[in-house]
């Protein structure tokens, strides 16, 4: 699937990162995609301000003005790679921290990559065809293959 270029490149593996447990799978399966094809690995994470609800946001508002969630995403970006590669670094991985709606971050990022990897909640049944899914929606509109990896299926 991966190969070399015409300029000597290897493929690109793009996976969508967002501290959940089944994120991390992801990250760790395409991190060992890499290592067999010679690709390189782009974690991204993606981070938006939290939405407005009657005029009252939540987290507080005096929290907006203070946080930065662009800095706190890179920290769980940091963390999550730290997590699946460890000390090892068997390929190259490199972090994306971007600011907008986590589905649309992953197709732009995938824009040119060999092959799109994201996480699955597991929540099957109902919840799993219910619209808006991170990655129902990448399924569906990405420029380049996906793999999903399914996360343990949550009770309830």
Request: with cysteine; aromatic share 4%.
């Amino acid at each position: 699937m991966t190969h070399a270029d015409s300029n000597g490149s290897s493929g690109r593996i793009v996976v969508g990162v967002d501290g959940s447990a089944s994120a991390g799978e992801a990250l760790r399966w395409a991190v060992r995609q890499a290592e067999l094809t010679g690709a390189t690995v782009e974690a991204v994470i993606a981070w938006h301000l939290p939405l407005m609800v009657g005029g009252y946001a939540w987290p507080p508002v005096g929290v907006l003005e203070t946080t930065d969630f662009g800095k706190l995403a890179g920290r769980v970006l940091t963390d999550s790679i730290a997590a699946a590669v460890g000390s090892e670094d068997p390929v190259p991985v490199t972090p994306v921290v971007t600011e907008g709606n986590p589905a649309q971050v992953l197709l732009d990022a995938a824009a040119g990559a060999d092959l799109l990897v994201v996480g699955s909640r597991g929540h099957g049944g109902f919840a799993e065809a219910l619209l808006g899914s991170v990655s129902q929606h990448c399924v569906h509109h990405a420029p380049c293959p996906v793999v999903v990896i399914r996360g343990a299926a949550e009770p309830g």
